[in-house]
DNA sequence: GTAATTTATACAAGTACTTGTATAAATGTG
DNA sequence: CACATTTATACAAGTACTTGTATAAATTAC
């Protein structure tokens, strides 16, 4: 087989390769979870998970602790409430504040994915041995490096 | 500090991290390109380098080439086109294709690429050399194990 | 040599994210 | 206590990608 003139590119090619794997993560989620009738989108997993966990928790609270934007927890949220896995509900105390809740069916898809997602990381764990390498921590160092030292910085002659 | 909850959670996120890290490249490769007064989308550099060294490229061959379905190709052409730095000419043997080639402006663009690419290459040696890890081939080596053994067949009890 | 298929391309809509902007309620300042 | 600021939320548009659909030209099949 010719290889392709991409597969003979470095690590400038890194933010393409890097965003090729979390798009395949995903899909390959989104078939597990399917499978098991879940209706959960495989990147509000986590969202429900910590709504069945904490209460009291507003949009503030929940982009915090996923270390998102509120922007991204207000889609995320909206995206859940379409699918009535969550309501917003006033908060009495601040009425800036909209406290959200599970639904009934968010907490039937809650108990549903608390074992699915122990399975879950067991199937990463299987990658990561097979790789001999924690990918997941050397992602998130190659982040937190990026974000001290950037690219700019890095350039030769600088 | 308080560890955010999301700084508890394993290996079940790497898509999530994958995803950041993505688009932290990108983010901080823009701004070196930006700041090189270069017009070219950071995802476009790898389009204006095969097409600065390789004759008679069409959509498919770019495709094919850069290891991206033909809907991104054309994506990334009509934007470039857009930005004046390519155009389509019709083939004149088989009527169906168009051949991709670059303007002037997108020639100079490429002269200024060619430099920053290597520099940019050694930027993410040296952090591949503070992670001590080679990130780009663990990265390429998971999308690869992970075609070939999809999570599904990770699950524990499968 | 007409019909079916394959090849080459492109548009449109959907997902996950970003930035920019807006609005209303709480808080802090003089 | 009125005015400015901060806090909490949300909508809208833009980017990079996906899938689904469409169209026209070349190839193959009989």
Redesign the pocket.
């Known amino acids: 087989m010719k290889e392709k003139y991409f597969e003979s590119l470095g690590n400038e090619y890194l933010a393409?390769f890097s965003?090729?794997l979390s798009?395949l993560i995903?899909e390959q989620a989104s078939v597990i979870l399917q499978e098991a009738q879940l209706v959960t989108?495989?990147?509000a997993i986590s969202s429900i998970l910590f709504l069945a966990n904490e209460k009291d928790v507003?949009?503030?609270?929940l982009a915090d602790a996923l270390g998102?934007?509120?922007?991204?927890a207000?889609?995320?949220?909206?995206?859940l409430e379409k699918l009535k896995l969550l309501q917003?509900v006033e908060?009495q105390e601040?009425?800036?504040?909209?406290k959200i809740v599970l639904t009934e069916l968010g907490k039937q898809e809650a108990a549903l994915l608390t074992p699915l997602t122990q399975q879950l990381k067991s199937a990463f764990d299987s990658l990561e041995a097979e790789l001999d390498c924690s990918l997941t921590k050397v992602i998130r160092s190659a982040e937190l490096a990026l974000v001290a030292n950037p690219l700019k910085s890095r350039l030769a002659g600088e």
Do not use: E, F, L
Not at 58 to 61: H, M, R
Not at 68 to 72: K, R, Y
């Open positions: 393409h965003r090729r798009d995903i989108p495989t990147t507003t949009v503030a609270a998102v934007s509120h922007q991204m207000t889609q995320r949220i909206n995206a917003r908060d601040d009425k800036r504040a909209k």
